[in-house]
């Protein structure tokens, strides 16, 4: 098992920067893929970004330009820079973990919720 806890959200102005953190703990892959999602009441969870072990990143357009994604191996964390915030980046952020080994193993954090007021 794998446990996923957030950390770093709260209240923002627009225009101002926050950095969420994840931190992963239990049975980790050494090859993994740790990402960020946020979600909004009555809309599906959407992808932001995704890091692998190796350091590749992929951005979906949400999170194209103000966000960046980077992570710690050492420290099994995985950090969300988020920059020129707007009010319609409020929503709860998840983190998610992906790894394979004899099955595919996916596992979510709680979420920790940003609220950006203008």
């Known amino acids: 098992q794998v446990q996923l806890v957030e950390s770093g959200g709260g209240l923002v102005q627009a225009g101002g920067s926050l950095r969420l953190s994840c931190a992963a703990s239990?049975?980790?892959?050494?090859?993994?893929?740790m990402g960020w999602y946020r979600q909004t009441p009555g809309k599906q969870r959407e992808l932001l970004a995704t890091?692998?072990?190796?350091?590749?990143?992929n951005y979906a357009d949400s999170g194209k330009g103000r966000f960046t994604i980077s992570r710690d191996n050492a420290k099994n964390t995985v950090y969300l820079q988020m920059n020129s915030l707007k009010p319609e980046d409020t929503a709860v952020y998840y983190c998610?973990?992906?790894?394979?080994?004899?099955?595919?193993?996916?596992?979510w954090g709680r979420g920790t919720q940003v609220t950006v007021s203008s």
């Open positions: 998610n973990l992906d790894q394979r080994g004899l099955e595919r193993y996916n596992y």
């Open positions: 239990g049975s980790i892959f050494s090859f993994n893929t």
């Open positions: 890091i692998t072990s190796g350091g590749r990143t």
